[in-house]
């Protein structure tokens, strides 16, 4: 019965750590969004919705699945940030690649 026990109390503390590693991480996510944003033609671009959409989407999709995988492994701590991290760069990818005006921000 302990070992039972030791798996779902395992599974919990794993999930909980992969989460507030990943918690951490949303700030780094959030400054490489910005300074991609900034420094590229991505500020002020317009982009149809459907592209927007189809950003978010590959986006989440790529943390769902990375995640997912890392959640299963002895490393989730660290591969669901990293899985954070691959969601953003996937965006910031589809947004570069998409047919749009390039736009101007001023920082």
């Known amino acids: 019965m302990t070992a039972v026990g030791g798996r779902a109390t395992y599974g919990a503390r794993v999930s909980l750590v992969a989460g507030a590693c990943t918690l951490l991480a949303s ?4 400054f490489l969004w910005w300074v991609a944003a900034i420094n590229t033609s991505i500020c002020g671009k317009d982009v149809d919705t459907v592209w927007k959409m ?25 591969v669901v ?12 990818l589809v947004l570069a690649a998409a047919p749009g005006t390039p736009g101007f921000c001023e920082t």
Request: aromatic letters at 10%.
């Open 27 to 30: 700030p780094v996510a959030f």
């Open 54 to 78: 189809l950003a978010y989407v590959l986006g989440t999709l790529v943390f769902l699945t990375l995640g997912s995988l890392g959640v299963r492994t002895y490393r989730a701590a660290a």
């Open 81 to 92: 940030p990293m899985a954070l991290l691959a969601a953003v760069l996937a965006m910031l």
